[in-house]
């Protein structure tokens, strides 16, 4: 009989998001060697498994406590998402609990270690979440297509690529694509008036994970604008669909492209990323620059790389 692993997520397929998808894809990597369940709480009635791996320090960690108390020590990893690095974990008692009762702690990106007391960065793993390489679609020559995915939240800043198209010049044939579903009625709001004038915009809602990938490969760039990230599934989307990105200079950012990667702008600056989306239409010699960077940073995402990370952390563990 194999080994159980059960994976803690929050996020569930209804959901759509990063976490989800990482969940998902972690339960499919470990399906080789151990019997997995993915669920969005676990408690003591449940069956016991050999391995937690819950993502999400505060909204897990009931989930968590229950697990210590059928086993006190061994066996519970935590894998830390944005707002854990960037929020929860420096304010929130119960998320600060989850970092001291865990074995390890996953890290999307290097950057994020440095959010962590140095006592726990002895427990901490580093490990790039992955996607299948994708060759590059067929784009447009009448115009420069952007896109920019993710739900529309605060943590996300969709309106710095949105607003930055109005600072666009007439003459420019940048056209953005949004896609991801408006989880509140501000910004469902808010980006209904910005469509009834602005043309280069068109909004798609929420699509599956395989039809966003398809819009990704056949765009010419891909923007990331948010204010924190605990390591972005698009980037990884992008640049194994030999698609460039450009993206707020933030933590977890950096620490996906690297410190010295040529597309980033200050978090929040619609000049700045108004800037960049001109150049990178304008300029061959830039968008060569980005997507030889992008292309620098493609093994750090391959399949069987986050797969043996994955598998080695469980073994650790069990």
């Given at each position: 009989?194999?080994?159980?692993?059960?994976?803690?997520?929050?996020?569930?397929?209804?959901?759509?998001?990063?976490?989800?998808?990482?969940?998902?894809?972690?339960?499919?990597?470990?399906?080789?060697?151990?019997?997995?369940?993915?669920?969005?709480?676990?408690?003591?009635?449940?069956?016991?498994?050999?391995?937690?791996?819950?993502?999400?320090?505060?909204?897990?960690?009931?989930?968590?406590?229950?697990?210590?108390?059928?086993?006190?020590?061994?066996?519970?990893?935590?894998?830390?998402?944005?707002?854990?690095?960037?929020?929860?974990?420096?304010?929130?008692?119960?998320?600060?609990?989850?970092?001291?009762?865990?074995?390890?702690?996953?890290?999307?990106?290097?950057?994020?270690?440095?959010?962590?007391?140095?006592?726990?960065?002895?427990?901490?793993?580093?490990?790039?979440?992955?996607?299948?390489?994708?060759?590059?679609?067929?784009?447009?020559?009448?115009?420069?297509?952007?896109?920019?995915?993710?739900?529309?939240?605060?943590?996300?800043?969709?309106?710095?690529?949105?607003?930055?198209?109005?600072?666009?010049?007439?003459?420019?044939?940048?056209?953005?694509?949004?896609?991801?579903?408006?989880?509140?009625?501000?910004?469902?709001?808010?980006?209904?008036?910005?469509?009834?004038?602005?043309?280069?915009?068109?909004?798609?809602?929420?699509?599956?994970?395989?039809?966003?990938?398809?819009?990704?490969?056949?765009?010419?760039?891909?923007?990331?604008?948010?204010?924190?990230?605990?390591?972005?599934?698009?980037?990884?989307?992008?640049?194994?669909?030999?698609?460039?990105?450009?993206?707020?200079?933030?933590?977890?950012?950096?620490?996906?492209?690297?410190?010295?990667?040529?597309?980033?702008?200050?978090?929040?600056?619609?000049?700045?990323?108004?800037?960049?989306?001109?150049?990178?239409?304008?300029?061959?010699?830039?968008?060569?620059?980005?997507?030889?960077?992008?292309?620098?940073?493609?093994?750090?995402f391959a399949p069987e790389r986050e797969a043996a990370a994955i598998r080695v952390s469980v073994q650790q563990i069990i």
């Amino acid at each position: 009989m194999k080994p159980s692993v059960v994976i803690v997520s929050p996020a569930n397929a209804k959901a759509n998001n990063g976490n989800w998808h990482t969940a998902a894809r972690w339960a499919r990597f470990l399906s080789r060697d151990y019997a997995v369940n993915v669920v969005q709480q676990w408690t003591v009635k449940d069956p016991s498994p050999d391995v937690m791996l819950a993502l999400h320090a505060r909204r897990s960690a009931e989930s968590m406590v229950q697990f210590r108390k059928v086993r006190a020590t061994g066996g519970l990893i935590l894998a830390l998402t944005g707002t854990d690095v960037y929020g929860d974990i420096h304010t929130d008692e119960a998320a600060q609990r989850s970092l001291e009762i865990a074995d390890q702690l996953i890290l999307l990106q290097p950057n994020a270690m440095l959010e962590l007391p140095q006592a726990l960065r002895r427990k901490c793993a580093t490990l790039f979440q992955s996607a299948t390489t994708l060759t590059a679609g067929a784009r447009s020559l009448r115009h420069f297509n952007i896109v920019q995915v993710g739900h529309l939240r605060v943590e996300k800043d969709p309106f710095t690529p949105i607003t930055a198209l109005r600072k666009l010049p007439a003459s420019s044939k940048v056209r953005l694509t949004q896609i991801g579903t408006a989880l509140d009625a501000h910004h469902a709001d808010t980006l209904a008036v910005v469509l009834q004038h602005e043309q280069r915009l068109r909004w798609l809602g929420g699509l599956s994970r395989a039809q966003t990938r398809q819009h990704i490969k056949r765009a010419h760039l891909l923007v990331i604008a948010s204010k924190m990230e605990g390591g972005a599934n698009v980037i990884v989307e992008a640049i194994t669909a030999g698609t460039p990105v450009i993206a707020s200079h933030i933590s977890g950012n950096i620490g996906m492209l690297g410190e010295d990667y040529p597309g980033f702008f200050p978090f929040g600056d619609t000049q700045a990323c108004a800037a960049l989306m001109h150049r990178a239409e304008t300029d061959p010699r830039f968008m060569t620059q980005l997507t030889v960077a992008c292309f620098d940073r493609a093994k750090l995402f391959a399949p069987e790389r986050e797969a043996a990370a994955i598998r080695v952390s469980v073994q650790q563990i069990i």
